[in-house]
T-cell receptor, first 116, second 110 residues
Framework: DVKVTQSSRYLVKRTGEKVFLECVQD?????MFWYRQDPGLGLRLIYF???????EKGDIPEGYSVSREKKERFSLILESASTNQTSMYLC???????????????FGSGTRLTVV | SQQGEEDPQALSIQEGENATMNCSYK?????LQWYRQNSGRGLVHLIL?????REKHSGRLRVTLDTSKKSSSLLITASRAADTASYFC??????????FGAGTILRVKS
């Protein structure tokens, strides 16, 4: 089975800290994504990456950056954590093949981040 | 941006009954997907239906897609207590990213 592993289930950080959320997938997937999930708002896309060294802004990139130095790892960085970044963060990956082939996403278990 | 809108927001049924959830969206899509999320966990992919398909089955799941109405439905037949979860539709737009709705909370009572 494809596995997407997020390094922490729960994380508590202080306002102003730089926070790293790590995500690793083991199936050589090209595409990787970071979402945040908040009650009543569903999942919102923060950043995504088509392939290694590539990154694209999603719908809510402000206050975040990402790094994808290796194909299997996609890191989300909160440059200076704020209380409004308290949320559940979900990483996902997907294989991408040219042509008429579409695949579902595989999600990690999520990281619940609390900024105090 | 939130593309899919699920209806109802919450649904409570007895074990053995069928559960139907609906999803509406706004733009053209490559495909539409349904996901399940158990409390506090990541999402699990259930089923994908392409824009040129009208109906798809997977076990106790049946998904329909009406691109003229920009809507989809997910039917879970003979529901079980283990089906209790949140269900999300997600539209795969051109540009290679999924856009999720706010979800339907399903509770199956035993």
């Amino acid at each position: 089975d494809v596995k997407v592993t997020q390094s922490s289930r729960y994380l508590v950080k202080r306002t102003g800290e730089k926070v790293f959320l790590e995500c690793v997938q083991d199936m050589d997937h090209e595409n990787m994504f970071w979402y945040r999930q908040d009650p009543g708002l569903g999942l919102r896309l923060i950043y995504f990456s088509y392939d290694v060294k590539m990154k694209e802004k999603g719908d809510i990139p402000e206050g975040y950056s990402v790094s994808r130095e290796k194909k299997e790892r996609f890191s989300l960085i909160l440059e200076s954590a704020s209380t409004n970044q308290t949320s559940m963060y979900l990483c996902a990956s997907r294989s991408w093949k040219w042509g008429d082939t579409y695949y579902g996403y595989t999600f990690g278990s999520g990281t619940r981040l609390t900024v105090v | 941006s939130q593309q899919g809108e699920e209806d109802p927001q919450a649904l409570s049924i007895q074990e053995g009954e069928n559960a139907t959830m609906n999803c509406s969206y706004k733009t053209s899509i490559n495909n539409l997907q349904w996901y399940r999320q158990n409390s506090g966990r990541g999402l699990v992919h259930l089923i994908l239906i392409r824009s040129n398909e009208r109906e798809k089955h997977s076990g106790r799941l049946r998904v329909t897609l009406d691109t003229s109405k920009k809507s989809s439905s997910l039917l879970i037949t003979a529901s079980r207590a283990a089906d209790t979860a949140s269900y999300f539709c997600a539209t795969d737009e051109y540009g290679n990213k999924l856009v999720f709705g706010a979800g339907t909370i399903l509770r199956v009572k035993s």
